[in-house]
């Protein structure tokens, strides 16, 4: 279980390595609210950054939010209001500009100068 005391976020599980069931799930998403970094969170389960982002979009256990939820307010009621419990949104980047393929395509053709 993750505790907010000591060096409990850096103690590795005993799971360390192995693919994340639910009960991991919800100690991810609670990890999350209470702003434990995500490369302490990858540490801690051995895992790819992509497996973390799997949990927060609701591509495995996607009901382990609403779990992750009701056990973070039995255990810290008094934050609540301070977390944002929507799963994870994407930000889609901009891809290369259109003007960008030809930018050699104007550079003058000689020979190499090759030594």
Known sequence: ???LSGNAAREVPERFGLPIREPEAIEI????W???????ILARY???PRRLYDVWEGVRFPD???KAL???AER???LLDR???SPHRRLPRPGPDASQLGLFAELPRGPSRRR
């Open 70 to 72: 009701i056990q973070f």
């Open 76 to 78: 810290w009621p008094d």
């Open 64 to 66: 382990s939010r609403e």
């Open 1 to 3: 279980m993750l505790e």
């Open 29 to 32: 998403w609670i990890a999350r």
């Open 46 to 48: 051995g895992c790819d």
């Open 34 to 40: 209470l702003r434990v970094r995500r490369k302490d």
């Open 83 to 85: 977390i944002d419990p």
